[in-house]
């Protein structure tokens, strides 16, 4: 769930496509959707089992899917299947956070001592905010760094169970990134302690007061939080990734307390596009909490912004909101213009295909059909 990685290749390829492409040539919606398929079918050919998308351009939705859900049954992949999405959580975290601030019951600028005085102690959790957690600015370390450096790492985690307090304490313990406020840097700690915020002020589980505030009101019906479930309840494609010996390796089944608040939620394409259609437009938050949302973090950059919860990246047709999220074995990419009449939510089953900083084939035919999802004119 390494979000540097992938932003690495994924903004910075999204911006030499913004500086030399055009929007789609202007044809018929059957046409563009055609192209669809194709460039989803290209993401298939460069080495993704079955990759599964949904597409939305005002009142046109595409859905599509290409290849296999199970490399051994040949089962085939659909678009509605769930999946794990990772990193994409953390907007719905934020959210359920800010709708607390609106209630008054947390103070966004607040320092987090305040409220878990036990969990972040001393004088760090008094410099440390509630924003600078769900920004990323807080300087605390990211717990998993080095949890996924080897294949035999996949298996030795499948089965592991951790407690939140276990994973802050290894984030507590790396070397801080920056001072508090300071910077952002990518930490999936900020996001465990936000969702032991949750339950702190609530006094429910996270998931479920998640679900109870944002995930049954809107309607996400192949949305949850699986806690100690190791499996996806759902239809979904299996998940895989590399192994040696040039094969792949089924991690389906999975015990996701390594990620937590930060990244075990389960979703859809088509759940994840009204979910942040319904953020955009207003029906989540208040028009206020969700400026304080979409402000991003110095330094400013033309390639990206970091919100709370939320980043821009920049495209051939403007700045597009979302997130993206990488576990083991599944990745899930959202974008959204911010009037989100123009929505794009790409599922892959298959992770841990790039060496740190490098790029990998799959890398082009992703982002060919992002682009031509994102900026295609119908």
């Not at 905010?129 to 985690?157: C, H, K, Q, W």
Request: proline share 7%; net charge positive; charged share 20%.
């Amino acid at each position: 769930m390494d979000r540097r990685r992938l932003m690495g290749v994924f903004g910075g390829i999204l911006l030499a496509v913004s500086l030399t492409a055009t929007p789609a040539l202007a044809g018929s919606q059957r046409d563009r959707d055609q192209r669809l398929q194709q460039l989803l079918d290209a993401d298939r050919l460069s080495g993704v089992p079955g990759p599964f998308a949904q597409v939305r351009d005002g009142g046109h939705v595409w859905r599509g899917a290409s290849g296999v859900a199970d490399v051994v049954t040949r089962r085939p992949v659909h678009p509605w299947f769930q999946h794990r999405v990772g990193n994409v959580a953390k907007t719905v975290v934020a959210a359920t956070v800010l709708q607390l601030v609106g209630e008054r019951k947390v103070a966004l600028d607040a320092p987090i001592g305040r409220y878990l005085p036990d969990v972040v102690p001393g004088p760090l959790g008094q410099q440390v905010t509630v924003r600078m957690l769900l920004g990323e600015t807080s300087g605390i370390g990211n717990y998993s760094d080095g949890f996924f450096r080897v294949p035999d790492d996949l298996e030795a985690m499948r089965n592991r169970h951790f407690t939140p307090r276990e994973l802050v304490a290894l984030g507590l313990a790396k070397r801080p990134t920056n001072a508090p406020g300071a910077a952002w840097a990518y930490s999936n700690t900020n996001y465990v302690i936000a969702g032991m915020l949750i339950e702190k002020i609530t006094g429910r589980r996270y998931g479920a007061e998640v679900e109870r505030r944002i995930v049954r009101p809107l309607g996400l019906l192949g949305t949850y939080f699986p806690g100690a479930e190791r499996g996806i309840r759902g239809p979904h494609a299996n998940a895989y990734a590399p192994w040696p010996g040039d094969t792949l390796r089924d991690f389906t089944d999975y015990d996701m307390s390594w990620a937590w608040a930060a990244g075990e939620m389960i979703s859809t394409p088509q759940d994840l596009n009204r979910f942040y259609q319904a953020l955009l437009t207003g029906r989540v938050l208040r028009s206020d909490l969700l400026a304080e949302m979409l402000t991003t973090a110095p330094p400013a950059s033309e390639v990206e912004g970091h919100g709370l919860g939320i980043y821009w990246v920049r495209t051939a047709c403007g700045r597009m909101w979302g997130q993206d999220g990488s576990v083991v074995g599944h990745r899930a990419l959202t974008l959204h213009s911010p009037d989100a009449k123009r929505q794009v939510t790409l599922a892959e089953n298959l992770t841990f295909t790039n060496p740190p900083g490098l790029p990998h084939p799959i890398d082009n035919p992703r982002l060919r059909f992002l682009t031509e999802a994102t900026c295609g004119k119908p």
